[in-house]
């Protein structure tokens, strides 16, 4: 399976997702634009099989209603979504373990907190997990807000609960490109935060 990082160059830095799988197969997470996500199909001539909202705000479905209108696919994501997620066909459920490739799950995580209807999903190898990704939840230096459906302190549990027992190997795929926004962010509160400086430091010199 290949994981393709998407960067929508919209105004909220959103990240869309494609994981390819042997079969010529894929899975799309969260279209922002469905043209986008049509070419790229395209250019490695893949067959969408399913779309993915880890939540039902509206950058991170957006590219639904076309891309289900084109190729016929099914769109997965939470119960609560039900009424939200245009074209939803398929409820995921807490724990369940969707099959990717020779052994290679993606398993359900329910992470509420950002919006109550949330989910992220962990990447797993050999019985390994090698990676997650986690919507408008977690980001890299940050999380999510809570203005938009959520709520704080339930937030808090889940990255108590579900994110601090992860491996710190485990390679963070987030729905947006906020990291150094989120590190200047900490600096304005730990100016002293010597992770943070030398972290934005690293991030100024990788885009630069």
């Given at each position: ?12 830095r959103?990240?869309?997702y ?9 899975i799309?997470?969260?279209p ?11 250019d ?14 509206w ?15 099914e ?17 995921l ?28 999903f ?14 408008d ?16 302190d339930?937030?808090?549990?889940t990255i ?30 730990e100016?002293?935060n ?15």
């Open positions: 399976m290949k994981i393709h990082q998407i960067y929508t160059y919209n105004d909220l959103n990240f869309t494609v994981l390819e799988v042997s079969d010529q197969h894929a799309v997470l969260d922002w634009d469905a043209e986008v996500v049509n070419t790229f199909l395209s490695k001539s893949l067959s969408l099989k399913a779309v993915i909202n880890t939540h039902e705000h950058d991170h479905i957006q590219g639904n209603e076309a891309l289900v209108a084109q190729h016929d696919c769109v997965w994501a939470h119960a609560n979504g039900e009424g939200k997620i245009p074209g939803l066909s398929r409820v459920n807490t724990d369940e373990q969707i099959a990717l490739d020779e052994g290679i799950v993606l398993k359900v995580l329910d992470t509420p907190g950002h919006t109550l209807a949330h989910l992220s962990l990447v797993i190898e050999g019985g390994i997990a090698k990676a997650v990704f986690t919507g939840t977690l980001f890299n230096a940050g999380v999510g807000h809570c203005r938009g459906g959520g709520d704080v339930i937030l808090y549990q108590v609960e579900q994110f601090h027992s992860l491996d710190d190997r485990i390679v963070i795929y987030p729905g947006h490109k906020y990291l150094e926004n989120n590190l200047r962010f900490t600096l304005s509160i100016p002293d010597q992770d943070a400086q030398d972290w934005l430091i690293r991030c100024l010199l990788y885009t630069s």
